[in-house]
């Protein structure tokens, strides 16, 4: 791709978000409106809002590579995805709004009334906050690397210096109109460019259902492997060679390869003749970015339901999506929201499955070389070419770049929030801690995430947002649940259910980040946990809370209420 077109592209994206921003800024006048924009935002808006930080790197690059690489079994992404804010819809939005929250921990402790559980609530989100955090800043990365052959730190470090100037000048305020903003212009940049790639895919004779057999050349392909790679064989493959394969050098002649597994050394180029089938591959040395297709192989349907059961109740844990709803006017308000929120994103998620379907018939060689998320990228200069490719390209780049600063302006103005409150010392409750404390909780939200990803890789984004949401789903969904619809619930029962689940699936991740095991049934329970780790969080707080029956909060009655009684009902029942 031309990166004439594509750096202009996403500098204006920049820029465009700093003047949105700006704006914002204007109209922040007070502490509360950095936290919860004084709680004056509208449905349509709000639903724009929670859509544009929702639609991260996951949702714009990694849906696709998991098409792409996986096939059709990868749509519960989006499906999950989508559905998880009808449970969020049912069971949390407006009571949460009514709690009169400004974050999870509020929550924890209004409900509770506990700092203990207070602190480890707060504790959860910034642990969930930086594990989302980490693909955003690695999928920024990436972008940049593919298009314009920048560092792959380069991305990251952009967005990391947009978010932190954004949310710390202008707080909640200021990035509602910056995500409302940019949910249009993700949803512009995937849609017209799909436009054109379909025109051409009719056009072009190629064939009509691309997930009826594996993924083939269709032309003679060239790859150059960028590092050390296993190619696996399920037959034999007769494939020119410029480079290092099992331990032999090879200088462009054709090699024959038996069934199994052969190790490619960095800076071999493989050619492949048209027709041959694209052989399974992993990077070797990085066991976590390729146990995960291994594992769905091997227990596909227990992967698919820890998939389902993850983004189903994952939502309503997340710390970027859940205090929005704070910023919404009352209880019916954010239940309007949530209804938007459905059709927005649910009309979005239309357009990464076909990006997926296209590569794998035009750029099917990226599940060789383990770019598989850079598909939506480089299919407009693959299938249309010449100025009409380098425009749409930049267009998608323009969008991409959109993605991670949406959904990380969110994560990090979540995150820095509970650090205001639980880490920085200050004096007073929330409204009466500075500007200046946020801020600095801002800068520190940030800097964690950045490092982690300039210093590790990591799995491809999609995935890696999937493990945040098993870790969502298994800790703040017990809690936000049985919070909001069973008096009975104790401080010490949620405190050990949080642990339980909660801490079970970080620990789960953390293994399955590591690349430890790579195969088996271990490693299948551990790579998707949300089946054993939310059952667990649930039951754990119920029996322990039944244990101490002692300990239910006094007021208990009278705080249910509050939560599920109307806004104007209350008032009158008060008068």
């Given amino acids: 791709?031309?990166?004439?077109?594509?750096?202009?592209?996403?500098?204006?994206?920049?820029?465009?978000?700093?003047?949105?921003?700006?704006?914002?800024?204007?109209?922040?006048?007070?502490?509360?409106?950095?936290?919860?924009?004084?709680?004056?935002?509208?449905?349509?808006?709000?639903?724009?809002?929670?859509?544009?930080?929702?639609?991260?790197?996951?949702?714009?690059?990694?849906?696709?590579?998991?098409?792409?690489?996986?096939?059709?079994?990868?749509?519960?992404?989006?499906?999950?995805?989508?559905?998880?804010?009808?449970?969020?819809?049912?069971?949390?939005?407006?009571?949460?709004?009514?709690?009169?929250?400004?974050?999870?921990?509020?929550?924890?402790?209004?409900?509770?009334?506990?700092?203990?559980?207070?602190?480890?609530?707060?504790?959860?989100?910034?642990?969930?906050?930086?594990?989302?955090?980490?693909?955003?800043?690695?999928?920024?990365?990436?972008?940049?690397?593919?298009?314009?052959?920048?560092?792959?730190?380069?991305?990251?470090?952009?967005?990391?210096?947009v978010v932190v100037a954004t949310v710390a000048a202008g707080g909640m305020r200021s990035i509602t109109f910056v995500q409302a903003f940019q949910y249009w212009l993700k949803l512009t940049a995937l849609l017209v460019p799909a436009l054109f790639l379909v025109l051409a895919w009719q056009g072009d004779g190629a064939p009509r259902h691309a997930f009826d057999e594996p993924p083939a050349f269709r032309q003679q392909r060239t790859v150059r492997v960028d590092g050390t790679l296993d190619l696996r064989l399920e037959r034999p493959l007769t494939v020119t060679v410029s480079g290092t394969v099992d331990g032999r050098a090879h200088h462009g002649g054709r090699v024959s390869l038996a069934a199994g597994t052969h190790h490619v050394e960095r800076g071999t180029r493989l050619t492949f003749a048209p027709g041959t089938a694209v052989p399974g591959a992993g990077r070797a040395g990085t066991g976590a970015m390729s146990s995960l297709a291994a594992g769905r192989e091997e227990r596909p349907l227990y992967a698919t339901y820890g998939l389902i059961l993850a983004t189903f109740f994952g939502t309503m844990g997340l710390p970027h999506v859940v205090v929005r709803f704070y910023t919404s006017p009352h209880g019916v308000a954010a239940r309007r929201t949530t209804v938007a929120v459905l059709g927005l994103i649910g009309g979005f998620y239309l357009l990464p499955p076909l990006y997926g379907a296209l590569g794998r018939l035009y750029a099917p060689e990226l599940t060789i070389t383990g770019n598989a998320d850079a598909a939506v990228l480089l299919l407009p200069d693959r299938m249309i070419g010449g100025l009409g490719g380098d425009l749409l390209g930049a267009l998608v780049a323009g969008g991409a770049f959109a993605a991670f600063l949406s959904t990380t302006s969110g994560l990090t103005m979540a995150v820095a929030g509970v650090l205001t409150q639980d880490v920085l010392p200050s004096r007073g409750p929330l409204p009466a801690r500075g500007v200046r404390h946020f801020r600095l909780g801002t800068v520190l939200a940030m800097a964690v995430p950045l490092a982690a990803s300039v210093l590790v890789g990591g799995l491809p984004v999609a995935d890696a947002v999937g493990l945040a949401f098993a870790v969502s789903a298994s800790s703040f969904c017990p809690l936000l649940v049985l919070g909001i619809w069973w008096r009975r619930l104790t401080p010490p029962g949620a405190a050990a259910g949080m642990l339980a689940g909660g801490g079970a699936a970080l620990v789960a991740v953390t293994v399955t980040m590591a690349g430890l095991p790579d195969t088996g049934p271990l490693h299948a329970l551990l790579a998707w946990p949300a089946l054993w780790s939310v059952p667990l969080g649930f039951l754990t707080m119920v029996l322990v809370s039944l244990a101490t029956p002692g300990r239910v909060p006094a007021g208990t009655a009278a705080i249910l209420a509050r939560f599920h009684l109307p806004e104007q009902l209350r008032a009158e029942v008060q008068a």
């Fill in 1 to 161: 791709m031309n990166s004439a077109y594509t750096v202009p592209a996403v500098a204006l994206v920049v820029v465009a978000t700093v003047l949105v921003g700006a704006f914002g800024l204007r109209v922040s006048r007070t502490t509360s409106d950095f936290y919860v924009a004084s709680r004056t935002v509208g449905p349509r808006l709000n639903a724009a809002a929670i859509s544009g930080e929702y639609l991260s790197a996951a949702s714009f690059l990694g849906i696709a590579g998991l098409v792409l690489v996986q096939g059709p079994d990868m749509l519960w992404y989006p499906v999950g995805y989508t559905a998880g804010y009808l449970v969020l819809l049912l069971f949390v939005a407006a009571p949460l709004r009514r709690s009169g929250a400004y974050t999870l921990p509020d929550f924890a402790e209004a409900r509770l009334a506990s700092q203990g559980v207070r602190r480890l609530a707060g504790a959860f989100v910034v642990g969930v906050g930086w594990l989302y955090l980490l693909p955003q800043l690695q999928g920024a990365g990436l972008t940049l690397a593919v298009l314009t052959g920048a560092p792959d730190a380069l991305g990251g470090v952009i967005v990391a210096a």
